[in-house]
């Protein structure tokens, strides 16, 4: 059995940094990436299946640039089986809606028995792509998981979503379904220096939205639930800023943190 | 022409969540500016029940939309929500950016080919065009994003970010019935948090809180001394209660505490991202500790340090001692 795990290569925005020339986005001189944290979760639930049951797959598959190429990297020294990147320059200015499109066009080739993506991206949030994946693809689909029983084969899993304020629900989803997996499911993985040094020479299967049978106009722009018109800096809070030496600083707290409170 | 505002109210145990009357406050403030009617669609097993509480100031309509299971399922509420759509043909969708919305609304809005954006904190509409703010990159950027060439747009939204609507209005209400649909996931039911182990962040008034500024688990013991000399309950934000440095009951935010109580909150190497401010952001007096000028906590603070928190603590012991 085969288990497909979205990936995305998110960026973490430097402490300072710049627009890019067209204002839509930050300029990416002033961006690291990584791999989003919450895919180091789904990745790990993945693994963990692959560990405890005969005969899975666990392949990574990313929509990403080249730059995208290290993820996969990652999702390969840590023990995934396969890797997939599908890009084509169209795709800059993809949003969840056209994401998706590609990873149920990606899954349709594949024939995964489970998709397990992440809850959100560190970087844009949408929590959206999992659960827009699961609809082209007419897949049941749970958000936020933080507990999952599963036997391949299987024809339900039980899993528990975290709500609000640590509430979680127990529910019984009919597979195959796709899942998003939350931060704390399970203990994240290092690779290992081996598994990193073989990775490097796995191969990266690259496709594009052609060759998946995608066509313009299910990828360019007119495709996308959204446009960023322009992208700025939230206006400065009111926050009265203590400066100084530390000693100085932390004087200053303690006699606010005296007022407040009293004594 | 697609007009006027869907509202999709959202239910859990029988009751409708705060977060609904935050979605018809925003409604009704861009009502006019949207043009149509303000419907509110009430998708539960007994719609009716709940069909008060959504009665509110800016509501022309009710909704009530029978469904099968008594909490929430998506397919179910994909298809109740369709049907309303397709009956009253918005312009505007309002969905929570809730735990639920997250598991519901991007489907919709494939289902309905509507415009879309989540955790949206602002609308604007000008001469009849939608346009919607949200953050990027861990709130250091706001992003406006608009919908060209759609007449239906879906907006998931923040919770807190909307006033709640108040007052009651004698909205119509009208039961439509939903297309048989088959529920391909079942609730079985709810288990609440474990017991807090004589933690109350809810009823403390003085917090000091810990994010992964602190490093590694070594170091956590230095802050939980040092709120002790404060007398602050020790508090702090998720990557540090999932890596089990502290209990899950310290955990302040979404999915875990609100510091109700608080009068004043000293955060310590945390972000200030959305999920961790939903739980402290109301704290009048906040103090925020963080290496990075640009971390988004101090878009909120009242009193900022920019410095390193193993600086600051060690500093500060000697005022508390
Ligand atoms: C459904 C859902 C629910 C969630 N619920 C919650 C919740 O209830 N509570 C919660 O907190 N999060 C929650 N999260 C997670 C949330 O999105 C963030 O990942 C988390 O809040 C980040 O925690 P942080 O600020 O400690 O870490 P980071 O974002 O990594 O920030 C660490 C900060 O420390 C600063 N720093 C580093 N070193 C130092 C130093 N030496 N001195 C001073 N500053 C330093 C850095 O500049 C940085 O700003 C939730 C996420 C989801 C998807
Ligand atoms: N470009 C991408 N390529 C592959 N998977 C993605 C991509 N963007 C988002 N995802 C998946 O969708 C999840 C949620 O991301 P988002 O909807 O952007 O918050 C991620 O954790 C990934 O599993």
Redesign the interface.
Known sequence: MKILVPVKQA?L?E???E?RDDGRD?DPDFVDLQLNEWDDYSLETALQLKESHDGIEVVAVTVGDDDAEDALRTCLAKGADRAIRVWDDELGDA???VI?RVLAAVAQRETPDLVLAG??S???????????M???MGW?????VVALDYSPGAATA?V???????????????CP?VL?IQ??IN?PRYASLRGIKQARSLPVEELTPEDLGLEAQDVGE?AC??????????????????EGT??Q??????A??KE??GG | MAQGILVIAEQ?RGVLSPVTQELIGAARAIKNDVGGAVSVAIIARDPASLAEGARLDGVDEVLLLPVTAD?FQ??LHVAAAMQAVSERDPSLILAP????G??????L???AD??????VFAIQVDAGEV??VR???????????????RDRVLLALRPSAFPAAEGAADSTVTELSVPETAA??????????PSEGGVDIPGA??ILSIGRGVGEEDNVEEFAELAEQ??AVLGCS??I???GWLP?AR?VG?????ASSC??Y?ALGISGS?QHLAGMKHVE?I??VNS???A?I???????????MF??S???R???E
Do not use: C
Not at chain 1, 225 to 242: C, D, F, H, N, T
């Open positions: 960026a925005v402490d300072d940094f627009l930050v949003d969840p809606v998706a809850t959100q560190s970087d844009l949030g949408f929590s959206a792509t999992g659960v827009a699961a609809t082209f049941p689909h749970a958000a936020v039980t528990e979503r975290e709500l609000e304020g640590g509430l979680r629900q127990r529910l019984e989803i009919d379904a998003t931060l704390g203990t007119q639930g959204a446009r960023v018109r322009k992208m700025y800096l939230p206006e400065k809070g009111q926050a009265e800023m203590i530390p000693a600083q932390a004087e200053r707290i303690a606010i943190v407040v409170m | 859990r909490e998506p397919d950016h809730s735990v639920d997250w598991g519901y609304a991007a489907a809005a494939v289902q509507a415009g879309f954006a989540t955790d346009t919607a953050g990027a990159y861990g709130e250091r950027a706001h992003a406006l994003l608009e919908f060209p060439g391909r996931s079942r609730h079985l039911e709810f288990i609440d948090p008034e003085f404060m007398q998720r990557p209660a999932d890596a899950k955990q979404y999915s875990g505490k609100t009068k004043l000293l959305v007096n103090i925020a990075d000028a640009n988004g101090f878009n909120v603070a009242r009193y900022g340090v920019v410095g390193d600086e600051v060690k500093e500060l000697q005022h508390f």
